[in-house]
């Protein structure tokens, strides 16, 4: 078999296995549940998740990426 004819049947499969990867990410997991409506798991997100800190040496894309991750930990740890 030619290695078109190899890519040409495996086109379809691997497109499938993508598809379905990209879509398992989407998916709700029990854990994600838990965490949003039991209290207790709330706290110990928020005492494990610290505020993160940056550098006037990083560059502004790390720097923008650090205040977002501390904006979205103060948004969930109200």
Known sequence: MSSRGWLRSAWSPLC???LTCSLAG??????TRIAATDK???V???SAWL???YS???TPETQLGVRANNAARAAYCK
Do not use: F, I
């Open 51 to 53: 505020p993160t800190t």
């Open 40 to 42: 207790r798991a709330a």
């Open 56 to 58: 006037s040496r990083d």
């Open 16 to 18: 499938l296995l993508g």
């Open 26 to 31: 989407c998916l709700e997991t029990r854990a």
């Open 44 to 46: 110990a997100v928020c």
